[in-house]
């Protein structure tokens, strides 16, 4: 069964940090672009972060920039996004998902990923 799995989102005072993992099982990361995208209530989901799949080339939404760092660990399937200097307005469901076309994972066009985790949740609130 392919399926990605969100962990590490947690309540976290402004000023915070997480470091949410995203662990792939049925298919190798390393064959797909990542990329992380929020959803707070009553909006868009938006994109974050990606790290592509041909040079491993990243990208940051410009709210995050300076502050989430993606990474990739292909020897354990997963792709990590480090959150730091968390905002009230970073509070959302994150998603991780995998492209595997060629397109550029920048546009964070959600139909372009072939496959979704389920979201992990953060909330930063004092």
């Known amino acids: 069964q392919l399926q990605l799995v969100e962990s590490g989102g947690d309540l976290v005072q402004p000023g915070g940090s997480l470091r949410l993992s995203c662990v792939a099982s049925?298919?190798?990361?390393?064959?797909?672009?990542i990329g992380w995208f929020r959803q707070a209530p009553g909006k868009e989901r938006e994109g974050v972060s990606c790290?592509?799949?041909?040079?491993?080339?990243?990208d940051y939404a410009d709210s995050v920039k300076g502050r989430f760092t993606i990474s990739r660990d292909n020897a354990r399937n997963t792709v990590y996004l480090q959150m730091n200097s968390l905002k009230p307005e970073d509070t959302a469901v994150y998603y991780c998902?995998?492209?595997?076309?060629?397109?550029?994972?920048?546009?964070?066009?959600?139909?372009?990923?072939?496959?979704w985790g389920r979201g992990t949740q953060v909330t930063v609130s004092s």
């Open positions: 998902a995998a492209m595997r076309g060629v397109g550029r994972c920048s546009n964070y066009l959600p139909y372009q990923y072939d496959y």
């Open positions: 049925g298919f190798s990361l390393d064959d797909y672009a």
């Open positions: 790290i592509s799949r041909m040079d491993g080339s990243i």
